[in-house]
């Protein structure tokens, strides 16, 4: 009984140690970023990071989905107004995958939260998101 | 629809921009942003938006009483045409943004986006210009326009004006560019491109020059946004560095296109 007690707490603790590890901010040129959630959906708003009202939509197609990752991005005093990398999805088999959304003029808001689409066959496990040379781990976000 | 004034003006580059703006013009800014705003109701409450087949939008054909590709110069959707404001003795790029492509809020937003992260000036010019031909004529707007530009702006430049209409059909992950669903409504759900558009497609994707116009269509895409704030003054230096302005004005150097600002400089011109 206690066996089993402290085996559950243990992979519970295993569970809460890598959720941790998945929010945990990475610091790129200045960024601190901070993976949030994966969203799968077919339909997607085109819009820019930082976002901002831009109309168009992005549509999946059949056999296809959208693994849309929010990142939340804080502008630290070390940043120097520069060119960021699109994000680059990886899943489980180390496939990578481009997003259409670009992060456009990253030092104009002192922090935000971006959503990136990244088109995949549909039910495709992701483990990381990198920006250039900072990866992030989307293990336990990921759906 | 309730209507956000000042989000609509601020929408169309603020109050002075509108002053430029004839009731046409406005009346059609208006109807577009009424447009967007509806989609995004729509879409934030999640609701799959319907998109019309090819049939359903031909069969609207016999219900206007002008032709959709027909230049925003030549055409008053809600009613008779305005008289336009003259153009100047000796025209140039910046007058015509001023009094025939006005609000131009697309191209300026489009351009701005290729502005920032330091794309090269022959691909932000090619952005300021890439739908400015449409004020004459939409269909095949690409080629208008690379035709309408081709004498006082560089080959690259022209090259991503001419062919952007065709890469906007194909999307492209590599490049960030997604197939966009304003095309689903525009050109139906099931439309398939005609067998010109594929065939340069195919030329394209072959060509030392692909990003020239691949760059112009990511940079389209994510430039309709009705609140953006955008000028032309961003452009002045890249306008004087790379477009030739002749010195008789746009419409009076005999170029091979001089006879398409002219039309544009008075559309209403009866022969």
Known sequence: ?143 | MEIDRRAFIASLGGTAAVGLMDSEAKADALEHWMEDQLDQQAAAQGTPEKFPTVAELEAQIETRNYRRGAGNVFVNTRGNVKKLAPMPKNPTLQDFFRLRFAPANHVLQSATRALKPGMSEDIILACLLHDCAQALMKADHGWWGAQLFEPYIPEKSTFGIRYHQTLRFYADAEAGYEYPDLYYRIFGQDYVPPPHIEATYKMLRNHKWYMEPRLVTVNDLYAFDPNAKVSIEPFEDIIGRHFKTPKEGLGNDNSPSAHMWRTLANPDAPL
């Open chain 1, 1 to 143: 009984m206690r066996k089993g007690f402290l085996t559950v707490s243990f992979v519970a603790c295993l569970a809460a140690i890598a959720a941790g590890q998945a929010s945990k901010p990475t610091h790129y040129k200045g960024l601190e970023v901070t993976p949030l959630s994966i969203e799968r959906t077919q339909n997607v708003p085109l819009l820019d990071c930082p976002p901002g009202s831009n109309t168009q939509r992005g549509n999946a197609r059949a056999g296809e989905e959208f693994a849309v990752v929010t990142l939340a991005f804080k502008v630290t005093p070390a940043f120097k107004e520069t060119v960021i990398k699109r994000p680059v999805l990886t899943d489980v088999n180390g496939k990578s995958y481009n997003t259409s959304v670009a992060i456009i003029d990253p030092g104009s808001l002192p922090e935000y939260k971006c959503s990136f689409p990244f088109r995949v066959p549909a039910g495709t496990k992701v483990v990381s998101v990198a920006i250039d040379t900072a990866t992030l781990d989307l293990a336990a976000l990921s759906k």
